[in-house]
């Protein structure tokens, strides 16, 4: 059993730094193959939103290790027709091994931890999106070789990238900086928990994207309206068009600095295509990291090593 077992994933800020480091360390051993885990167990994917990449990757992490999952989307279970969370977990719980959940609130998240009496896991909310900065912290670490020192610069909305960021980097050494417009800065909450949980990285609040791109180590960015706020994306778009990743910007980073998106991409509006295709991008490894960090993740939940 390990420090994980049993436990619940609903925000970076559930790890402790040593415990975070250990996951990237068992991501990087599974990405090499220097271990085979086996399991009999089943997760469930209890989805509100769409999803390819966290879908594709809990599956294959599942099926790569012998394991089951059923995919629960709200428009096939009684979720879609109300039926509620306190319910729908404690009954998951009686079959399944582990739940990642994507949906809109947060607390719609922690009720099912409290209800459910198997792991967890955040599979994205409007707050946080903690599986995606696994992925991009291992991406970054094997990158650059270490994190600690590293400068990630993210450009736009302050949303639950923008949170998950935050404390990720908090954790693990990487200075921090947002730029966002005002209006659109990630709350100070989660600011103040990721200074709290900060020993000795900088986080850096700004509207100031030039500013905040000045000899960073990699470059990050997300749409500009996430799920559940298609409505403002026209009203968004002249707001945010100052805070695109162009070669621009990119001039004013490290030489050796990298491009990083959770994707799905909007080229030629958060991004440009030449920034996405080129060859300081790295976002298909950054994809491909999701299967290796979530299958850190179920590992250690799970208590399979
Ligand atoms: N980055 C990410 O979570 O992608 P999906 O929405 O496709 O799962
Ligand atoms: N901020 C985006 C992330 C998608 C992976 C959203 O919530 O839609």
Redesign the pocket.
Known sequence: MGALTGRNLLSLADLSRSELADLLRLAGDLKAGKLKPRTDKTLGLVFSKASTRTRVSFSTAMFQMGGQVLDLNANISQVGRGEPVQDTARVLSRYLDAIAVRTFAQADLETYARYASVPVINA?T?LY?PC?VLADLQTLQENFGQLQGLTLCYCG?G???AHSLLLGCALTGVNIRIAAPEGFQPLPEVVAQAQALSQGSEITLTTDPQAAASGAHALYT??WA??GQEEEAGDRLPRFTPYQINDSLMALADPAAIVLH???AHREEEVTEALLEGPQSRVWDQAENRLHAQKALLVSLLGLA
């Open positions: 994205l409007d999106h995606q909305d949303n639950n990238m997300d749409v996430s799920m959770c994707l799905p």
